[in-house]
């Protein structure tokens, strides 16, 4: 049947309007790319574009939907990208411009479609703006926060008391400008000054630069820091109050950062780059662009991304709940605490996202237990919303440790080697493992930026491919099961069974259920589903299965007495 626009058009007509695919990132499975990590194409050991073009039909294979990718653009490198010198170009050590439009050329062709890192809190100390700034040129020099700092008995010292999350001041003497910078992450790193109307345009012009470019949308980094509060009358800020419990007077935690985060005009500003979305979808159609924002703060703040009853907003305020508060011992009832903590305090309309792993934070293997990958990946999968995954999590890699010696991540190479296993990221971004050729597939040269786990000729795309029920099949299987409409659509039902054994119900009128139960125990469980969901069939059947399963796909089993062995995961579906 037509639909009723086009028999509207065909009756008038009027030219088609381009068909745009609305709301596709309702239930779209996000994939996040390192690029540094992800393929090397031409041999220097370090991730790049060509190589992510050469294998983004692996993204296809696993169902992707659109990636976002940590930055691609000019820099230093002091934090891997995060500090872009030039927010219009490509680093070379990622390609040109001509590979980025290739990329996006071959993203088309597979309907998968790119976003990219949009790193608004600050610039590289490289950056031409910042260097214009500190020169005092007339249009740049409020670009960045600047400050002559205080006077004590005659010593002079930085503005306030304001710590780095990488440790140390915020503030660091620029001899040339004879004045302090901000800088809430490294002295590489100097904060653009949002209080300046001219910093929020130029960085709206970066925005629909890359937008005209044929990108889909940004990933927003580091959004609670972007303001700080504003200036007194003096031009001064006051000091942050301690944490008590904190005794490491350089430790980001010394502090509670009630005036560099959060501050009530970030949340206006992501309304403002909405809106700049909103005005390229009208200027260029097709589908829509989206935002995903980045942002460690309270749930109430992060409702806020979404909009509100006269602004749009993030459409997806990542949902770090089961990053930030789960550990290897939560129990049933906490995850399901922490499932609802987001769907229940949602605002209408709006759609949910889970993010289960990034650059920055250990790995689900290592952080929830390796036993725990596929059951965490089905969790991630068969919510209702958005997921997100970060690259190797479907094949379950997991950290790799690395020495004092050979850690190169800024924000533990500031600490020392009784405290940097805590703060290193770099466990998190070795290569990627395609197979288990010398370095995993991973390049050509002889050298990797990072080490290879030593377990890549075990955890590999090449060797998971080959096993029915590796992590990437199920993974796999997962994904093929979303395009349901029950799974896209349907409603969910979240329910603890008990300490061990937590439980997902989605369903939709007219269409049968789907029920994922995951054992977080090392005991065999037996559960009674219909104890805690209402209308499941007498007998249920395995859709989804995984290694500790005694019981195989299309197996049926009566949905009052669930037989689980200690670990496993599997999803059900009524008959
Ligand atoms: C968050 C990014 O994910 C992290 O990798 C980076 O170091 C900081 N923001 C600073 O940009
Ligand atoms: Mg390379």
Redesign the pocket.
């Known amino acids: 049947m037509m639909s009723r626009t086009l028999t509207l058009c065909c009756l008038l007509g009027l030219a088609l309007p381009a068909l745009a695919e609305l709301g596709w990132w309702r239930s779209a499975q996000f994939y996040q790319i390192y690029p540094r990590s992800f393929k090397d194409s031409d041999g220097d050991g370090i991730g790049d574009l060509e190589g992510i073009t050469q294998q983004l039909s692996y993204l296809k294979e696993i169902g992707v939907t659109a990636t976002w990718l940590?930055p691609i653009f000019t820099s230093p490198m002091a934090?891997?990208g995060?500090?872009v010198a030039d927010f219009y170009n490509i680093d070379p050590m990622f390609g040109t411009m001509e590979d980025f439009d290739k990329l996006l050329a071959r993203a088309n062709q597979l309907n998968i479609k790119i976003i990219l890192d949009f790193?608004p809190?600050?610039s590289s100390d490289e950056c031409d703006w910042f260097i214009r700034s500190a020169a005092g040129e007339e249009e740049y020099k409020d670009f960045y926060v600047w400050h002559t700092g205080k006077v004590v008995n005659g010593i002079r010292q930085p503005p306030t008391n304001w710590i780095s999350?990488?440790r140390g001041s915020q503030w660091t003497w620029h001899e040339g400008r004879q004045a302090y910078y901000l800088h809430q992450?490294l002295a590489k790193?100097p904060d653009l000054n949002y209080r300046n109307p001219k910093v929020v345009e130029a960085m709206k012009d970066v925005l629909r630069f890359w937008l005209r470019k044929g990108v889909y949308g940004f990933r927003i980094?580091?959004v609670p820091h972007v303001f700080e509060i504003a200036p007194d009358k003096d031009g001064n800020y006051p000091d942050e109050p301690r944490n008590e419990y904190v005794s490491d007077p350089e430790d980001y935690s010394y502090l509670q950062h009630i005036y560099t985060t959060n501050q009530p005009e970030t949340i206006d500003l992501v309304y403002q780059f909405r809106e700049v979305i909103e005005e390229m979808n009208a200027e260029l159609g097709g589908d829509d662009r989206v935002l995903l924002t980045?942002a460690y703060a309270p749930l109430d703040v992060l409702m806020q991304y979404y909009g509100n009853a006269t602004h749009n907003g993030s459409q997806i305020p990542f949902n770090f709940e089961l990053i930030s508060n789960l550990n290897i011992n939560s129990n049933a009832y906490q995850y399901s605490e922490l499932v609802h903590n987001w769907l229940d305090n949602m605002p209408e309309g709006q759609s949910a996202n889970w993010v289960l792993g990034?650059?920055?934070q250990s790995r689900i293997g290592s952080r929830l237990g390796a036993d725990r990958i596929d059951s965490i990946n089905m969790l991630l999968l068969t919510l209702p919303g958005i997921s997100v995954t970060y690259q190797g999590e479907e094949l379950g890699m997991t950290d790799v440790w690395i020495s004092w010696e050979d850690t190169i991540d800024?924000?533990a190479c500031q600490s020392n080697p009784n405290e940097y296993e805590r703060l290193t990221?770099d466990p998190v971004r070795t290569p990627f493992q395609w197979n288990d050729q010398p370095l995993a597939g991973f390049t050509t040269g002889s050298e990797t930026w990072l080490p290879v786990a030593s377990d890549y000729k075990l955890v590999n795309v090449k060797r998971e491919r080959g096993i029915p029920l590796s992590h990437l099949n199920i993974y796999k299987q997962l994904r093929t099961l979303r395009d349901l409409p029950t799974l896209k659509h349907g409603d969910a039902t979240v329910n603890a069974i008990g300490p061990n054994v937590l439980a997902i119900k989605r369903s939709l009128q007219g269409e049968k259920s789907y029920i994922t139960i995951i054992n977080l125990s090392d005991d065999v469980e037996s559960v009674n589903l219909d104890a805690v969901f209402a209308g499941l069939t007498a007998e249920l059947k395995y859709v989804v299965v995984s290694e500790k399963s005694l019981r195989r796909k299309d197996d049926v089993t009566f949905a009052n007495s669930v037989l689980l062995m200690p670990k496993e995961g599997v999803v059900l579906a009524t008959v």
Do not use: I, L, M, W
């Open positions: 940590s934090d891997f995060y500090d790193v809190n600050h999350v990488f992450f790193q980094d580091a980045e990034n650059h920055d800024p924000q990221r």
